[in-house]
């Protein structure tokens, strides 16, 4: 079992950047597959980047530019450097991991942190 909190929210001005981190328990941290996922309000959730075992990642195209994860097994953590934030990133951010390859279907992510809020305003 693997335990995921997400940490590093809060409101930002438009422009503004911010660092998500999300820490994870157990021993096996390497093994994962880790993703992060956003929900803005009465939306689905949606997939913003996923970082493989290798170090391997991947963006959506609304943040691609703009956002980086990264991963430091050490330290059983995953990182979401945002920069330039545009209001229409406000949403709950989530972390997630599964065993296996990066994927960026929200449904074959196997745990799930509680969710962090970033709100991009003025």
């Known amino acids: 079992q693997v335990q995921l909190v997400e940490s590093g929210g809060g409101l930002v001005q438009p422009g503004g950047s911010l660092r998500l981190s999300c820490a994870a328990s157990g021993r096996t941290f390497s093994a994962y597959a880790m993703g992060w996922f956003r929900q803005a309000p009465g939306k689905g959730r949606e997939f913003v980047a996923a970082?493989?075992?290798?170090?391997?990642?991947y963006y959506s195209d609304s943040v691609k530019g703009r956002f980086t994860i990264s991963r430091d097994n050490a330290k059983n953590t995953v990182y979401l450097q945002m920069n330039s934030l545009k209001p229409e990133d406000t949403a709950v951010y989530y972390c997630a991991g599964r065993i296996g390859g990066v994927v960026v279907e929200a449904s074959l992510y196997d745990y799930w942190g509680q969710g962090t809020q970033v709100t991009v305003s003025s």
């Open positions: 970082i493989g075992i290798r170090s391997t990642t």
